[in-house]
């Protein structure tokens, strides 16, 4: 059982940068794919990035794309995604997962470990 805490979400002002972090605890963190996940109020749960278990490579949606950057460091079992030029389109709660398994990164049902989610608001 691997339990993920996601951290550093908050308000902050359109054009504005924040770094998330999710610590995991339980199983082995370096083989575990990592992914953020998002959902808007009214929205689907929508794919952000996910990086391989040695952080040697990365995917990302579209729309963050040049703006976000996923990153692990494994001997401290947490994962980050750090969100530049934020925008409010970018408010959301955001998840952070884990998969052993599946290259359909993109889907959140290859996922087996999800956090709670840490809410990131932005100003316009």
């Known amino acids: 059982q691997v339990r993920l805490v996601e951290a550093g979400g908050g308000l902050v002002q359109a054009g504005d940068s924040l770094r998330l972090s999710c610590a995991a605890a339980?199983?082995?963190?370096?083989?575990?794919?990592m992914g953020w996940f998002r959902r808007a109020p009214g929205k689907e749960r929508e794919f952000v990035a996910v990086?391989?278990?040695?952080?040697?490579?990365?995917n990302y949606a579209d729309s963050v794309s040049g703006r976000f950057t996923i990153s692990r460091a494994n001997t401290r079992n947490t994962a980050y995604l750090q969100m530049r030029g934020l925008n409010p389109e970018d408010a959301a709660v955001y998840f952070c997962a884990a998969k052993q398994y599946g290259t359909s990164w993109w889907r959140p049902t290859v996922y087996d470990y999800w956090g709670q989610g840490t809410q990131v608001t932005v100003s316009s």
């Open positions: 339980g199983g082995t963190f370096g083989a575990y794919g």
């Open positions: 990086i391989n278990q040695h952080g040697g490579s990365a």
